[in-house]
């Protein structure tokens, strides 16, 4: 299993940016996927996730009404699209597989850095 997190970077306060989190090694329609996050000195947070038909979404109340999660099962990928981004949005953001089925583990992707400042 591989989960490849792309798209971090710098941004200014109130800008947008589009996080990819490329699956591999399972059948990752069969999925609920979910994004995480850290920032520094701070535990590890529930972002956002989403059934594995993208049919239903889940946020933290941080994250809703700014960032949208999605899928496309197609391309094996799930996606978190960030609007109006602030500076405490700064932090590493996790791809994450949980476990689903009995004797297989939970994955977690390396992580892609999100910086916000001016």
């Known amino acids: 299993v591989q989960l490849v997190e792309s798209g971090g970077g710098l941004v200014q306060p109130g800008g947008s940016l589009r996080l990819s989190c490329a699956a591999s090694?399972?059948?990752?329609?069969?999925?609920?996927m979910r994004w995480y996050r850290q920032a520094p000195g701070k535990e590890r947070e529930l972002v956002a996730g989403?059934?594995?038909?993208?049919?239903?979404?889940a946020y933290a109340d941080s994250a809703k009404g700014r960032f949208t999660i999605s899928r496309d099962n197609a391309k094996n990928t799930v996606y978190l699209q960030m609007n109006s981004l602030k500076p405490e949005d700064t932090a590493v953001y996790y791809c994450?597989?949980?476990?689903?089925?009995?004797?297989?583990?939970?994955?977690w992707g390396q992580g892609t850095q999100v910086t916000v400042s001016s």
């Open positions: 989403i059934t594995s038909t993208g049919g239903t979404t």
């Open positions: 090694g399972f059948t990752f329609s069969r999925y609920v």
């Open positions: 994450y597989r949980p476990q689903m089925y009995l004797g297989e583990s939970d994955y």
